[in-house]
């Protein structure tokens, strides 16, 4: 093996996908007094703590209602058991998403239906949604896919006159808007994780519901604790599950919710630097105006997609691939398509996730910028 063919070590890193370090130092003063609260609380799962950042965290959405739960995937799940959807109801999804999407309605005892979605902006549509309609059908579940939102004006529409819920899986979209209203208050529940590197992320597994209406919210409240009645903890009213949030993860939520607006931000013009940098010829995902990304990615579509990003990490640049396969090519999931879904299947040959996170500096995004330009032009000329 050539010195060239082997792989950099973490010290050659120019570039890394991420920096969860930088992010708690940029909390450190809040984040000791949140351990200091919760170790002389005492009081480790729910509580204070757990009720404070939920009304936070409702504020933050602009919904009337948070439920903290334990992690994004039993934000989905206690949301559709809480809605009455299980055995028997379909529930729709975007085949391009991260896994959990559709797990979630297979855990809860539905049937996910998987769709594709549009080649530009590789969200769903009601003209992908509207076929895979039919008797059966419960809910959908729109995925606000690297923080970009759909249309969801017609969404809801069509949700609403084919009386269908309408579930956001925000999991990726923390803080992104359309027209002006944050994601999570846009259908009748937003399902978000707080996994570490979500753009809010805890110091382990976390999630939440936001939702306007109180009775769902209390369903989510009893069945994310052993189906108990609120204030009634010998009484079990459902089958329910243990999904509770931890004092400690809330806390440090806490800490870090107040510099969220600036950290995607930071995002978003380290997002305008790449598209002022990047050869106009690659392709990036559609943003519509009405939309404020919290751009937890930034996804740009190239040819040969897995040589170029091999030569990125030669040059010492981390990336990823969200997703490299789709849904419903997965074994347990390809019963739940009826055929090919052409949109899907070909993006995911050609999505290349770039850095992108708060801390990253312009000289960095100059760097992958300068690296991606050569790369692709080379793949371009060899007939990629
Ligand atoms: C992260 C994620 C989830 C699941 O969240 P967990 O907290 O990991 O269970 C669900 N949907 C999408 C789109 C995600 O990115």
Redesign the pocket.
Known sequence: MSATDQRRTDADLVVPFSDLVALSADVGDALELAWKEVTAGASFIGGRQVERFEEEWAAYCGAKHAVGVA??????QLTLRALGIGAGDEVIVPAN??I??AE?VVLAGATPRLVDVDPETLLVTPDTIAPAINARTAAIIV???YGNVPAMDAIVDLARTRQLALIE?A??AHGSTWRGARTGSLGVAG?F???P??NLGAFG???AVVTDAAPLASRIQSLRNHGRLPGASHVHAAVGTNSRLDALQAAVLSAKLPRLDEWNRARRSAVAAYRRLLDPAIRTVRIDDDVESSF?QHVVRVPDRDLVRDGLTRRGIQTGI?YPIPCHLQEPYAAYTPGPLPVAERAAGEILSLPVFPHITQEQVRYVSDCLNQLVGEAQRHGG
């Open positions: 992690n994004g995937t039993d934000a989905i998403s991260f959990a999407t979630a995925v606000h896919l899986d999991a990726q399902c994780s707080f996994f590197g979500k597994d976390g999630g937890h969200h």
